[in-house]
């Protein structure tokens, strides 16, 4: 079972749509869930960024963590063609002081059609 | 605001060469990392260095690989004798002494010809 589990898509939506990208995850040591959203051939950037379960929201994205079944989601709301990318949800255990080694899913490519 | 730089952009080289992959990391971050994505495929962490030493390393990293923090601004990633499936993209990444986020260069996209 691979560490962590993400639809690679693509998915297509048209604008305005709420987009729901969703990851599943088998390390009971992770503690720390992110979203990055990465344009092609660019470097991740971070979107969201959380460490307890529950919901956060910045703006028209929303993050929801579930560690107990051990999923992730990311909602983006009124979406944007502008919002489309490859969304990575990526996880790490943290150890000593602020050091944490990040494991990523494969990435949902996401088109927003105008 | 503050940003992780990386250079070159692109970088071309013939099996079997060297080469030297630069980072400048955030400034006041303590934690530096190199992940690699092939093309593709996910983005995998391949070493983290911290205090100036490697703190951890994947399988990828092995004895062709080499990190260094020359100055207290550089990070580098040594390739000694490269190959064909070292193409990919690199990306260094650094973050605070807190549970913070991680921020990631735009990479270094590698094609070794």
């Known amino acids: 079972q691979k560490e962590v589990e993400q639809d690679p898509g693509p998915l297509s939506v048209p604008e305005g749509a709420i987009v729901s990208l969703n990851c599943t995850y088998s390390?009971?040591?992770?503690?720390?869930f992110m979203w990055y959203r990465q344009y092609s051939r660019k470097g991740p950037e971070l979107l969201m960024y959380?460490?307890?379960?529950g919901n956060k929201e910045d703006g028209r994205f929303t993050a929801q963590v579930d560690k107990s079944s051990k999923y992730i989601s990311l909602f983006i709301r009124d979406s944007q063609p502008s919002d489309s990318a490859t969304y990575l949800c990526?996880?790490?255990?943290?150890?000593?002081?602020?050091?944490?080694?990040?494991?990523f899913g494969t990435g949902t490519k996401l088109q927003v059609i105008p | 605001e503050p940003e992780v730089t990386q250079t070159p952009s692109h970088q071309v080289t013939q099996m079997g060469q060297e080469v030297i992959l630069r980072c400048v990391p955030i400034s006041n971050h303590l934690y530096f990392y190199w992940y690699r994505q092939i093309l593709g495929q996910k983005v995998e962490f391949l070493v983290s260095?911290?205090?100036?030493?490697?703190?951890?390393k994947s399988e990828i990293f092995d004895d062709q690989f080499s990190v260094e923090r020359p100055d207290g601004s550089n990070f580098t990633l040594k390739i000694r004798s490269t190959k064909l499936e070292d193409s990919a993209m690199y990306f260094c990444a650094s973050n605070g002494y807190s549970y913070n986020e991680q921020f990631f260069g735009p990479g270094t996209r590698l094609t070794v010809l």
């Open positions: 390390n009971s040591a992770f503690q720390y």
């Open positions: 260095f911290y205090n100036n030493e490697i703190s951890e």
């Open positions: 990526a996880m790490s255990a943290g150890a000593f002081g602020g050091y944490q080694k990040v494991t």
């Open positions: 959380t460490y307890s379960s």
